[in-house]
């Protein structure tokens, strides 16, 4: 029996990759995974599935490659964006905003090959801003979403292609699942360079800090500030349990552990079995005040929501950055590890995808193209 074809754009990401692994560990699919990076940049590769990488293959903001990787498939996963954590957002809205163009040419070419169901991996940066003033924050619930003030840039792109979706099923009957995550994190993602978010970021300054003896760390913000953070094995059993549901409109995929990013440090310092001294840095990019998931929705629908506690997941998170951290950076580097940078106004790749010698080629790394430079 031939086996449905399942579309992974984002494949060579984090959540992509894991997802990728986890559709090929289940037997019953062919799986194209697809990302604009060159494989050797994948965090996961698997040999299993069909593999189409790089700018001139795996670029899906040209309608072109979307045409040829949905062909003859079912189910498409839409994973492919160019973001980061709040250092990247808040510093790259135009960046952020073009992932307008992977969606739509993704819907597109989707609708045009028959594909029967499409999931579109939204944020919990949709939610408006007004909602999220407060660390002691009433926890999202999808209506929250509107009236709309979302995360300028980033959510903006999100909640226009979770609409999108919603048209697409509507007036052409393809069959659109929107998840809005919240802060997901793990092993294989990214944990340096500018796009990581706080749980990456606090291991790796923790493991920098016990490597390099200057026993201290600096926090964006003052600490107060509150997130819920999902492990990564919940985030990909939630992508397919609602792929496999009837949950049409926009849901909820997040833990409801409320911490603050200072109790998320106490967590890596339990682990690291280290105390540090805590430097605040106030004019780092901070985001909103407090974020939580009501997860009301997705219990009703599924009697199930992502239960993975912080603790278990930032251990399996710290051990993985340490082995990473020890593969790849000099102990004479730790100090300039225990720090967080960004970039301001990264330039996109140009082109179509068709050009192999592009000299941005390097952007997705940090969001510092070459000849740039950084800063600003
Ligand atoms: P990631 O950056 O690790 O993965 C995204 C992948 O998309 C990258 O490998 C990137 O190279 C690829 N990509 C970017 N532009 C592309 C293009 N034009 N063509 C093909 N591939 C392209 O991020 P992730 O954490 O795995 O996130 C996956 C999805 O989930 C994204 O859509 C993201 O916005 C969404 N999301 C993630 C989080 C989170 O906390 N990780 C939270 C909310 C939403
Ligand atoms: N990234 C980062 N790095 N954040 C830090 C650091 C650090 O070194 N130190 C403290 N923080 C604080 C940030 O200032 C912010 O207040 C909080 O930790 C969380 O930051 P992030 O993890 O970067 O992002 P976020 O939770 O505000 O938003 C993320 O989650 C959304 C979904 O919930 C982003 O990844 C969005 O792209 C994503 O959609």
């Known amino acids: 029996m031939t086996k449905n074809i399942v579309v992974v754009a984002g494949g060579g990401g984090f959540i992509g990759g894991h997802l990728v692994k986890r559709l090929l560990e289940l037997g019953t699919c062919h799986v194209r995974a697809v990302d604009i990076k060159p494989l050797k940049d994948w965090y996961q590769v698997s040999t299993a599935a069909e593999n189409f990488a790089g700018p001139a293959d795996g670029d899906a903001r040209d309608f072109r490659v979307c045409r040829t990787i949905c062909h003859g498939a079912s189910d498409v996963y839409q994973l492919a964006a160019d973001m980061g954590g709040m250092g990247f957002i808040e510093n790259n809205k135009a960046l952020c905003m073009l992932s307008v163009l992977t969606n739509t040419h993704m819907l597109l070419a989707s609708q045009e090959a028959g594909v029967k169901r499409f999931f579109f991996s939204s944020s919990a940066c949709v939610y408006n801003a007004d909602k999220q003033l407060n660390p002691h924050v009433t926890a999202l619930a999808e209506a929250d979403a509107y009236p709309a ?70 926090i964006w913000g003052d600490g107060t500030q509150t997130r819920s953070f999902m492990y990564i094995d919940d985030c990909v059993e939630g992508i397919g349990k609602i792929m496999d549901s009837k949950i049409y409109e926009p849901v909820n995929l997040g833990s409801s552990e409320l911490v603050t990013i200072n109790q998320l440090v106490d967590i890596a310092e339990e682990i690291a079995g280290i105390k540090l ?93 070459v000849g740039y430079g950084a800063g600003g």
Request: hydrophobic fraction near 30%; aromatic fraction near 10%.
């Open 277 to 369: 001294k805590r430097h605040y840095k106030l004019d780092a990019p901070r985001g909103v005040a407090g974020r939580n998931s009501d997860n009301t929705k997705i219990r009703s629908y599924l009697g199930w929501e992502p239960s993975i506690s912080l603790k278990q997941g930032i251990a399996a998170t710290y051990r993985w950055i340490e082995e990473e951290f020890r593969k790849e950076c000099d102990p004479a580097d730790a100090k300039s590890l225990a720090t967080s940078g960004f970039s301001h106004g990264s330039k996109p790749i140009p082109g179509d995808g068709y050009v192999a010698e592009s000299r941005h080629m390097d952007t997705w790394r940090q969001g510092i193209p």
């Open 149 to 218: 003030l979302p995360e300028d840039g980033y959510g903006w792109e999100k909640l226009f292609s979770e609409r999108m979706c919603r048209h697409f099923r509507e007036d052409f009957g393809i069959q659109t699942r929107i998840a809005r995550f919240h802060n997901v994190y793990g092993p294989e993602g990214t944990w340096r360079g500018g796009r990581e978010k706080a749980p990456a970021a606090v291991c790796r300054k923790v493991i920098a800090a016990k490597a390099s003896g200057d026993h201290s760390i600096e």
